[in-house]
């Protein structure tokens, strides 16, 4: 009759792992939750936050907000709190993934790991800065310019709604915090070993195009928005090379000064030997 064993001791730690995991798993979702208790409770002002740039757009005692369904209002409050909350206990959330990846890494990796886990949100809160406080100002501006008149003489009024322009507002800030963590990403791929240097030079021109496409399809259709998002992140681009010709260089002044430390250290090894065996010849006096 087959008989299934208990775990040995060979799997004991994976078991351990996963006990970790869980528990690591259940700080955050509670970190989480804490931040959506408190998100919601700042729900309303969180929302006037967000909705500044778009009061500003309108004219003085113009700009409106409405909804369309009765339950509208009611989930853009919760989709603020999520939004919040996440931020607000991502501090806590990336040191319990930390605390559980670190101990599998050598000391030489985590340093290396260290600059990208504080560049993260230093470049993502970059990018969502520049979409608040630049690029919504002006897009709501050039949106809330189409209003008017029809050629008819019927009105255009914008009423946007508080849904639409929640997923508006969360798609830029998104969009441009993400966009600019273009020298993470080079940098860890650099790194890796699957991403040069030479590579990202010869092609450029490639990327030049490609960051316009992001640009152009993350932002609203006008070149002055596009050039916003599109320069900050050339810049990235160019600055991701000369930090990977910086590491580079210091890598190979590194290998240079070990290079030159051994061949010393063989030198001084060889001396000594061919002193201990010219002491063994020499005859001793009687």
Known sequence: MLKVKDIDETQAPLLDHLIELRNRLVRCVLAL??????CLYFAKDIFGILVRPLAQAFPAGEGKLIYTKLYEAFFVDIKVALFGGFFLSFPIIANQLWQFVAPGLYAREKKAFL????????LFAMGASLAYFVVM???FTWFLGFQGETANGIPVEAL???GDFLSL??????AFGISFLLPVLLLLLNRAGLLTKEQLTKGRRYVIVGIFIVAAV???PDVIS???LAIPLMLLFEGSLFLMKSEAKIAEEKAKAEAEEAAQEAAEAAARAAAVEETAETPTGG
Not at 169 to 174: I, K, T
């Open 169 to 174: 507002v969360m798609h830029f800030l998104l």
């Open 33 to 38: 939750a804490v931040g959506f208790g408190i």
């Open 160 to 162: 946007p709604a508080m």
């Open 218 to 220: 993350v932002t609203p």
């Open 115 to 122: 600059p990208f886990l504080i560049a993260t949100p230093v």
């Open 226 to 228: 596009q050039l916003i």
């Open 137 to 139: 100002p002006t897009a």
